[in-house]
């Protein structure tokens, strides 16, 4: 095994990176819709289904001219969302399985579409819908450096080529001109991102509005279908502007993962469609890199780049399920030990008060851990002793005046939440203990004119 | 293989070779048990979680086949291919449990990770293969598409196998599955292991997800699990009726598109069976009796008629005069949107019943029957608006239009307990004058 | 991990407390929590419930009464406390308790028929794998019957109004043959009809010994339906007879706001151990 290595080179690198990375960072955007409305699997569904639009398009116009395909995609786009909600009015049928329904079947027209095509050698392939052709991205314009990169004409393409003299015969074999600048897939693409954001961008108002509350936009006097079929036919754009490239299953992934991810993120709209951006960035190249970095360590040759951005994607989901700090599980876990410590914490102090009360301000500690479990007092003791609330002594525990204050504001809760249990829920008295003890560690307190619990204690006074 | 040319009628009647023969008879078994296993699918409403299923089982297949010629052993080998994966299958089924337990996502993204992050596993383990090992591949890709027509005897009985033990499987289980779909608190309080029978269901449907990604590729499986059952969906109530025809149904679409494909050049088996599955779906949908589109739209025109009738009927005893002249018939067609073609089926319909006895240039001549029916529904119209004005609040020049609404459909025992509450608080609707009958 | 229902910190002096349940009594939940999302829904709730009673549970929108009866019934995680069914523990007394879910809580639109519905309450007599006999049938039938249904019993669901739907539910219970009856609002949005059949069908297993709990919300017809009444907001607020618990103070308590702290301690509780801080 050795260091994963990736050497990036302009001419075959450059045009792969920037379409994953156009194809994530657009569809990443409009997924954010997506997985808020909960209809996700809309856009797996419509990825599926643009294929036999893509087919016809290519058959009718026989070239990949990016206009027909665009239309063919957004024909075909709409086209599964007014079937899935034809076969969901007309046949009841469930959503799920509606769009099961329609998309396989259509699924099933595109290959069955391109199997023929294929037979009269056209060159349309049913494994490039699924994982796109990125390797094939490369840029046909010899580009030897970097200074070259920050040409003009090394982008248009037109790049006069000087004369091929045959050095047998002198003849002059070719004299091209280039026209391989920017692969046409990569301009697509740029197109489609800079109009999914002008979308985003121009009709944020209302997708969110959409997104939260369809019916609200609608009394609103937005039309929240209209809105839903645009955003449609956008997904079924940003489909067929990546698929070319990278395949349909990144573009589900993308649709999907990072909008997900940066679900767990935020809770805000905007910083969550920031996160999205962020993922679906990081995601295409660091997958580009490690499709060929991973295989490296074992000298092994390089693996789908596409099917590499769309791990990443899963990769970065798992770690932001684990380790994002508003919901991940990490966090959550560490919370619920400081809570479970500050628990431990309070229930030493109210019983050191108790203690006091009856005029004991010396506590030993074995008495104290048949209040407070063992574990418990030990890292309760340890934090009580740092913030300084309590002394322990040759094995006696004893209160400092801050602790005896702290002590005494939770008995003053413990107490009013028994009075207003008793008083005002219709607890019997010999059981409120046990609920007042899960509630003194709680913020909301009742707000009673008592001065003793209903066990005839006193309340201590609120500092 | 078969490039000879078998014809059609040979392929159908499994005289066309071996080999074809085989695959025809495996594909149909294989659709017999998806559309029996996949009622419960669409029933239990997991028809997208298969989904997911039948894509995550790629990286399965990649890493089984790597493992295995890891260890020396035959990479192609069909058993240890399936096994990995059922192992992956079952993974991402219980991966989208996590993601639904453990986070905030709901059900369709959860769903949609898996299947594209699972895929893309599979995707880069295919890759791997195809660029890393002398012998490429080996033609596991076909998995992606399927590839019926390769298939060796020995895979066919294999997916034939799994395909009967899925059919039996259902048919013991049905009573228990059926429960456990329609209530599944009501199966838990009465001590039935609800956790058990569920992965008993989904355990089936990875089985025939598995067996059926040879043959149609692990794409389109799932279409031939939801499919049938939807299609059969509408034609009957009954639930054995159900699983029976959504077996027919995948196995007719098994059947004819393994035929149908053996014909064309490059036999995309796959694609072929699941749009005949899909054209079966289209006829069911349009034509079926019991809820396909032509019958509901019958039935509501038939609903259109009978209060068409009823408008006109009532129309005609209010005015006391069998003969309804055409002016006032042509005032009715424009109050209540009658088109013409409408108005020659009322009329029809009205004939048909004995309502009206004919019709001339001068009117509508309504027969005594159709005065009756016309004299029921204005009382009936009567009452509802007395109802309406006493009890429910609501002001007079509200009635008439809640009115008709609701007079056309009321039957006779409630149109006795309106007669009772209104005669409770003392107000009785006599029966209207008009035309004596 | 805390736990961090109200009940589970109980020190072991506590437990002491709890009371003998008699033996005779069909249902006895001791300090029963139900969280959802871990926001606490029902409250440390003891109850006995006496025997060969119907006995309503009454109370407020969101006071967790349908949580009671699936938290008795195990639909629902408990946070803590016991429930026992004639002293013994739930998996033991399964065939001896009968449930009719709400109405909603199930797909109409499912093809099976009324008496398909009706037979699954013998399912488990009958076990598993095997068809369902003509005997079954035929006791499917006879619960149909009693509830005015026997002549749509080959009727597809779907095409049963609101009432009818929640007769062939009660139905089903009948087919159980059980001893005690949970009824998650038998009588909401039924007709007169219906709600007639309902309260016949109550009447006839009070009498045949039976006891049922049913979750009811139309306040007035409580005295003339129920002989008990449990008044529930998210915690038994008063429990008995009609006669001495139905009380319009009662009443007041359990419709009024004055629980609203409890409701904002649950809220807190759920924040707490979500592991938000607190605002």
Redesign the interface.
């Known amino acids: 095994m050795s260091w994963p290595a990736f050497q990036f080179d302009v001419a075959l690198d450059l045009f792969p990176m920037l379409a994953g990375l156009l194809a994530a960072v657009g569809c990443g955007l409009l997924g954010n819709f997506l ?1 808020l409305r ?4 809309m ?2 569904a419509i990825s ?1 289904s643009v294929l036999p639009g893509l087919v016809i398009a290519f058959l009718i116009a026989t070239s990949r001219s990016p206009l027909a395909m665009f239309v063919g995609a957004a024909v075909a786009g709409i086209a599964t969302v007014v079937l899935v909600e034809l ?1 969901k009015k ?5 959503p ?6 329609v998309f ?2 259509l ?3 595109g ?2 579409l391109i ?2 095509a ?2 009269r050698h056209v060159d349309l392939d ?2 490039c819908v ?2 796109g052709q990125l390797e094939t991205l490369f840029w046909t314009t010899p580009v030897q450096s970097w200074d070259e990169v920050f040409q003009l004409r090394t982008w248009t393409g037109y790049v006069i080529d000087p004369a091929v003299v045959n050095p047998e015969t002198g003849e002059v074999v070719r004299s091209a001109i280039y026209h391989q600048g920017v692969p046409r897939q990569v301009v697509t693409l740029a197109v489609m991102v800079l109009a999914a954001f002008a979308f985003v961008g121009l009709l944020f108002k209302e997708l969110r509005i959409a997104a939260f509350d369809p019916a609200l936009a609608t009394t609103l006097g937005f039309n929240a279908s209209a809105l839903h079929y645009a955003l449609m036919v956008f997904v079924a754009a940003a489909t067929v502007a990546s698929f070319e490239a990278v ?1 349909s ?2 573009v ?2 993308m ?3 990072p ?2 991810t940066a ?2 993120m935020t809770d805000r709209l905007l910083a969550q469609i920031a996160w999205s951006l962020a993922f679906a960035i990081a995601a295409s190249i660091g997958g580009y890199v490690a ?1 060929t970095a991973i ?1 490296s360590m074992w000298g ?5 780049a ?6 990443a ?2 990769v970065l ?1 798992t770690l932001a ?1 684990v380790v994002s700090p508003k ?1 991940g ?1 990490v ?7 400081r ?2 410590a500050s ?1 431990a914490l309070d229930d030493l102090l109210a019983a050191l008060f108790r203690f006091a009360e009856q005029g004991e301000p010396k506590v030993p500690r074995a008495r104290l851990a048949q ?1 407070v479990p063992g574990i418990r007092l030990d890292r309760a003791l340890g934090l009580a002793r740092k913030r300084d609330l309590v002394t322990l002594d040759d094995g006696l525990v004893a209160l400092t005046p801050t602790g005896l204050d702290t002590g005494g504001a939770i008995i003053r809760r413990h107490r009013l939440w028994e009075t ?1 249990l008793v008083e ?4 019997s008295p ?2 409120v ?3 007042a ?3 003194e ?4 307190q ?1 707000d009673l004119p008592a001065d003793t619990d209903p066990h005839g204690k006193a309340i201590p006074p609120g500092v | 293989m078969i490039d000879a040319g078998p014809s059609l009628v040979e392929t159908l009647t499994f005289r066309a070779g071996f080999n074809t023969s085989l695959v025809v008879a495996g594909t149909t078994l294989l659709g017999l048990a998806a559309g029996v296993v996949g009622v419960f699918a ?1 029933l239990r ?4 979680m ?2 997911a299923l039948s894509h995550a089982t790629l990286p399965g297949i990649a890493a089984a086949f790597l493992a295995a010629s890891w260890l020396g052993a035959e990479g192609r080998s069909m058993p240890v291919l399936l096994a990995g994966a059922v192992f992956t299958g079952v993974l991402g089924v219980l991966a989208i449990q996590a ?1 639904l337990r ?5 059900e ?2 959860a ?3 898996v ?3 699972f ?10 293969i195809q ?2 090992r002398a012998d490429g591949s080996a033609g596991i ?1 076909a998995f ?2 399927g590839q019926a027509a390769s298939m060796q005897p020995s895979d066919v009985r294999l997916m034939a196998g799994i395909a009967i033990f899925g059919v039996l499987a259902t048919a013991l289980l049905l009573k228990e599955f059926t429960l456990v779909a329609f209530n599944d608190a009501f199966a838990r309080v009465t001590g039935w292991p609800v956790s058990l029978i569920d992965l008993l269901m989904m355990a089936l449907v990875v089985l025939v997800t598995v067996a059926g990604i040879q043959a149609v590729g692990l ?2 499986v ?2 031939l699990l ?2 049938p059952s ?1 299609a059969a ?2 034609w009957t109530e009954r639930i054995w009726l159900l699983v029976l025809l959504a077996g027919v149904f995948g196995a007719a679409s098994g059947y004819l598109g393994a035929v149908i494909s053996s014909m ?3 036999k ?1 088996a ?3 069976i ?2 005949t ?2 054209g079966v ?1 289209a006829l069911s ?1 349009i034509a079926a009796p019991a ?1 396909g ?1 032509i019958a ?1 739209s019958f039935r509501r025109l038939g609903l259109r008629l009978r209060i068409a009738s009823d408008h006109l009927l009532e129309a005609a005893f209010e005015r006391g005069d069998h003969l309804l002249s055409r002016a006032a018939v042509d005032d009715l067609a424009t109050v209540r949107g009658w088109s013409t073609p409408f108005r020659v089926l009322l009329l029809f319909r009205l004939r048909l019943a004995g309502f009206v006895a004919g019709s001339t240039k001068a009117g509508v001549s309504v027969s005594p029957a159709g005065l009756a029916r016309g004299q029921r529904v204005s009382r009936n119209h009567a009452l509802w608006e007395q109802y309406l004005i006493s009890d429910a609040d609501i002001a007079p020049s509200h009635v008439d239009w809640s009115v008709d609404q609701v007079e056309h459909v009321l039957s006779d025992e409630l149109i006795a307990r309106l007669e009772a509450r209104l005669a409770e608080r003392g107000i009785s609707v006599p029966a209207p004058a008009g035309h004596s009958s | ?2 736990e ?8 072991p002096t ?1 437990l002491a ?1 709890r009371p003998e349940h008699s033996p005779d009594s069909p249902l006895s939940v001791h300090a029963m929590t139900v969280a959802y999302h871990r926001k606490p829904v029902l ?2 709730v ?1 109850y006995d419930a006496p025997p060969n009673r119907l006995i309503a549970i009454v109370g407020p929108n969101g006071a967790g009464k349908s949580t009671l009866i699936k938290g008795c019934l195990g639909l629902v995680p408990r946070s803590s406390g016991q429930v026992e069914f004639w002293g013994r523990p739930h998996g033991e007394a399964r065939s001896r308790l009968g449930y009719v879910p709400q109405r909603e809580s199930v797909d109409w ?1 499912f093809p099976v028929s009324a008496l398909d519905v009706v037979c699954m309450g013998r399912y488990r007599r009958i076990g598993w794998c095997r068809p369902v006999s003509r005997k079954h049938k035929r006791a499917s039938l006879d619960a149909l019957d009693r509830v005015g249904m026997a002549d749509l019993a080959k009727r597809q669901i779907s095409q049963l109004s609101g009432g009818q739907q929640q007769r062939v539910f009660l139905a089903r219970a009948l087919a159980q043959e059980a001893e005690l009856y949970f009824m998650d609002e038998p009588f909401a949005g039924v007709d007169a009809a219906t709600e007639r059949a309902i309260v016949d069908v109550l009447r006839d297993l009070r009498a045949a010994g039976r006891t049922v709990i049913a979750v009811h919300h139309d306040l007035q017809t409580v005295p003339e339906y129920f002989d008990d009444v449990i008044l529930l907001n998210m ?1 038994v ?2 429990s008995g007879p009609v006669a001495e618990v139905f009380t319009q103070e009662n009443l007041h ?1 359990t419709y009024g706001g ?2 609203t ?2 409701a ?2 649950a809220e ?2 759920a924040r ?7 605002p």
Not at chain 1, 96 to 101: D, N, S
Not at chain 2, 102 to 106: A, I, K, Q
Request: overall charge positive; some cysteine.
């Open positions: 997985v909960r209809i996700s699997l856009g797996d599926h076969v007309l046949g009841r049928v469930e799920g399985a509606a769009m099961g329904v396989s079947v699924f099933a027209l290959v069955l199997e023929s294929a037979v049913a494994d699924l994982h395949g299953i990144l589900i992934a649709l999907i993962c909008a997900a679900r767990l499709a295989p092994k040759e390089p693996v789908n596409a099917g590499s951005m769309t791990v994607a899963g989901l399920i919901h599980l966090v959550r876990a560490i919370r619920r030990r809570l479970a628990v209040l207003y005002q829920a219709g607890v010999d059981h203990h046990e609920t003890e899960r509630l560690h709680l913020p909301p009742p | 669409m409403k997991r028809a997208l298969a989904d993601i453990y986070t905030r996502l709901h369709d993204a769903i949609g990770i299947l594209s992050v895929f893309g596993v599979g995707v880069v383990g295919l890759s791997y660029a890393n890709d992606i598409y794409i389109l799932v279409a939801i499919i939807v969906r509408f064309l050049p490059r995309p796959g694609a072929v699941v749009l599955a899909g779906f949908l809820r589109v509901a | 991990m805390p961090l229902s109200p009940t589970a910190a109980r020190r506590n407390e409250w440390d003891d639109d915690r607020v008063a308590q004055r629980l702290l409890l904002e301690a807190a509780v707490a151990a979500s592991g938000e801080r607190a």
